[in-house]
């Protein structure tokens, strides 16, 4: 079992960025798939990015593709996400997920369901 703590949320203006952490327990997260999601108030939690555990494939959702970037350090047990450009519709709780079971070392899983293990989530507010 994985325990996932997000951190690095926060208040920052249209155009700024954030960088989110999300520090798993456990001695097997690189062998984990990571993924971030979020969720708007009043809407449904929407997939964000996919790393696989080698952190050789990655994968974007079309609405922050070339502003945000997923990356992981197997050694620190820690999961990024670096959200630049940001804008007001970006404000959601953020959070991460680890998903135990993986085919091939660059699989990456786009659904929620598809994951094992959820963090409480981290807030990011971006004002206009």
């Known amino acids: 079992q994985v325990q996932l703590v997000e951190s690095g949320g926060g208040l920052v203006q249209a155009g700024g960025s954030l960088r989110l952490s999300c520090a798993a327990s456990?001695?097997?997260?690189?062998?984990?798939?990571m993924g971030w999601f979020r969720q708007a108030p009043g809407k449904e939690r929407e997939f964000v990015a996919a790393i696989s555990w080698s952190g050789g494939n990655t994968y974007l959702s079309n609405s922050v593709k070339g502003r945000f970037t997923i990356s992981r350090d197997n050694a620190k047990n820690t999961l990024f996400l670096q959200m630049n450009s940001l804008k007001p519709e970006d404000t959601a709780v953020y959070y991460c997920?680890?998903?135990?079971?993986?085919?091939?070392?660059?699989?990456?899983?786009?659904?929620?369901?598809?994951?094992?293990?959820w963090g409480q989530g981290t807030q990011v507010t971006v004002s206009s």
């Open positions: 456990g001695r097997t997260f690189s062998s984990y798939a």
């Open positions: 997920a680890a998903r135990a079971r993986t085919r091939y070392s660059g699989s990456v899983y786009l659904k929620g369901d598809e994951y094992d293990y």
